[in-house]
């Protein structure tokens, strides 16, 4: 069976840094690209970055761009997001997902979700 | 860059059919996808390509994109208690290779 774990969300200074992992199990992790999506409180969804099955093509909504970045590590078949400079608009769950076509880069959507981790940035 | 309208928010009442719409400049010639997101819990993909469901969703929930109209749609028929979520539909921007989602529609079942 498929699962996404996410680990990391927690409480959060403006201006400070996190990191979120997500762990995955079930599936072959190295073969499918893995996106984070966010959600802040009573909003919608909203992209935030994705990394390629083979670590190559990493990808920022405008919003995190030169703030946050993703990697993974396949020894640990996770996907992390380090997120700086962090700020008010940055409070939401963060959810990982996976693409759903093997070894697609712009997989089209997504098959399997994390249940999610909050982050909240309050000082 | 890309934008998907949804309606906020729509009802039926129990055994009734909706329909929710995903609006977006030449939708018809990308495919659309839709997910349920129950209140507290992670989305759940309900629908891939238009028209396809993943196992395990039941017929009840259908889709369609004609190529002739600017919209998308999901359709739930016999509605229970249970379809009571937001629905998202989403797409790929091939012009800035990323995903797209819809502000998503609340359906509240009366």
């Known amino acids: 069976e498929v699962h996404l774990v996410e680990s990391g969300g927690s409480v959060a200074q403006p201006g400070g840094s996190q990191r979120l992992s997500c762990a995955g199990s079930?599936?072959?992790?190295?073969?499918?690209?893995i996106y984070w999506v966010r959600q802040a409180p009573g909003k919608g969804l909203e992209w935030v970055s994705f990394?390629?099955?083979?670590?190559?093509?990493?990808s920022y909504a405008d919003s995190v761009r030169g703030r946050f970045t993703i990697s993974r590590d396949s020894s640990q078949n996770s996907v992390y997001l380090q997120m700086n400079s962090l700020t008010i608009e940055d409070t939401a769950f963060y959810y990982c997902t996976k693409g759903a076509r093997r070894y697609d880069v712009v997989a089209g959507y997504f098959d399997y979700w994390g249940q999610g981790t909050l982050l909240t940035v309050s000082s | 860059s890309y934008v998907l309208t949804q309606p906020p928010s729509v009802s039926a009442a129990p055994g009734q059919s909706v329909t929710i719409s995903c609006g977006g400049n030449?939708?018809?010639?990308?495919?659309v996808h839709w997910y349920q997101q129950r209140p507290g819990q992670a989305p759940v993909l309900v629908l891939y390509d238009d028209i396809d469901r993943p196992s395990g969703i039941p017929e009840r929930f259908s889709g369609s994109n004609p190529g002739s109209t600017a919209t998308a749609t999901l359709t739930i028929s016999r509605v229970e208690a249970g379809d009571e979520a937001a629905y998202y539909c989403q797409v790929w921007d091939r012009t800035t290779d990323h995903p797209v989602f819809g502000g998503g529609t609340k359906l509240t079942v009366l």
């Open positions: 990394i390629s099955w083979d670590g190559v093509t990493v």
């Open positions: 079930g599936f072959m992790f190295d073969d499918y690209t």
């Open positions: 030449h939708i018809g010639e990308t495919s």
